[in-house]
């Protein structure tokens, strides 16, 4: 059984013909291995069973099916360079989970960007959010957006358009999406 908020969340993860996003901590659940979601949600959730963290995995990998589908929405991820130093699960896991980034960047439906350290402060660090953009013009865009105390569903349209005025010049901060791939190795070097 999901939570209500994660229905809605998933819904529109699977509604959505792009998908653009900013991470400041974790790598997406749409990109991360099995072994990377497994040792996250042990620490995001340490008194649960054993059951239920497998389920929540299983959970997150069957998610990621959305990618690979024949309309496959396009995901465009910025994420901070904090996220790929963090060590989720030890070095091993993080070699695993950059190889799969590295792998996403040579796929036509995924573009991903990083924050480097050195690029300083930029509209991204209030905290993480997705934008669901749909097929259907009648549909508006929505943004999910996270914050200290929760987290909540945005799409008038002034919200809409500050969300994507910040990954444009986040965007414009990060490495270059043709240059991830380089970016990404090196961090791979240092594992």
């Not at 999901?2 to 792009?18: C, H, K, M, Q, T």
């Not at 069973?49 to 309309?71: I, K, N």
């Not at 950059?98 to 050195?118: G, H, K």
């Not at 200290?148 to 969300?163: E, H, K, P």
């Given at each position: 059984?999901?939570?209500e908020?994660?229905?809605?969340?998933?819904?529109?993860?699977?509604?959505?013909?792009?998908?653009?996003?900013?991470?400041p901590?974790?790598?997406?659940g749409?990109?991360q291995?099995?072994?990377?979601?497994?040792a996250?949600?042990?620490i995001?959730?340490?008194?649960?069973?054993d059951?239920e963290?497998?389920r929540r995995?299983?959970?997150?990998?069957?998610?990621q099916?959305?990618l690979?589908?024949?309309?496959?929405?396009h995901l465009?991820?910025?994420?901070?360079?904090?996220?790929?130093r963090?060590?989720?699960?030890?070095?091993?896991?993080?070699?695993?989970?950059?190889?799969?980034l590295?792998?996403a960047?040579?796929?036509?439906?995924i573009?991903?960007?990083?924050?480097?350290f050195?690029?300083?402060?930029?509209?991204?660090?209030?905290?993480?959010?997705?934008l669901?953009?749909?097929?259907?013009?009648?549909?508006?865009?929505?943004?999910y957006a996270?914050?200290?105390?929760g987290?909540?569903?945005l799409?008038?349209?002034?919200?809409?358009?500050?969300?994507?005025?910040?990954?444009?010049?986040?965007?414009?901060q990060a490495?270059?999406a043709?240059?991830?791939?380089?970016?990404?190795?090196?961090?791979?070097?240092?594992?």
């Amino acid at each position: 059984m999901l939570p209500e908020w994660f229905s809605l969340y998933v819904s529109l993860e699977g509604a959505a013909s792009r998908i653009r996003a900013y991470e400041p901590h974790f790598i997406p659940g749409l990109l991360q291995t099995e072994d990377y979601a497994r040792a996250l949600l042990s620490i995001g959730f340490p008194h649960g069973s054993d059951r239920e963290l497998e389920r929540r995995v299983a959970l997150r990998m069957e998610r990621q099916e959305l990618l690979t589908r024949p309309d496959a929405p396009h995901l465009w991820v910025v994420m901070d360079e904090t996220v790929l130093r963090l060590s989720i699960g030890g070095p091993a896991v993080m070699r695993a989970q950059v190889d799969r980034l590295i792998e996403a960047t040579q796929r036509p439906n995924i573009t991903l960007q990083v924050v480097p350290f050195s690029a300083g402060p930029h509209p991204g660090m209030g905290g993480p959010f997705q934008l669901f953009r749909f097929q259907i013009p009648e549909l508006p865009d929505i943004v999910y957006a996270e914050g200290l105390t929760g987290a909540g569903y945005l799409d008038q349209r002034s919200d809409v358009v500050a969300y994507l005025e910040a990954l444009d010049r986040m965007g414009t901060q990060a490495t270059p999406a043709r240059r991830t791939e380089d970016f990404l190795r090196g961090i791979r070097k240092e594992l």
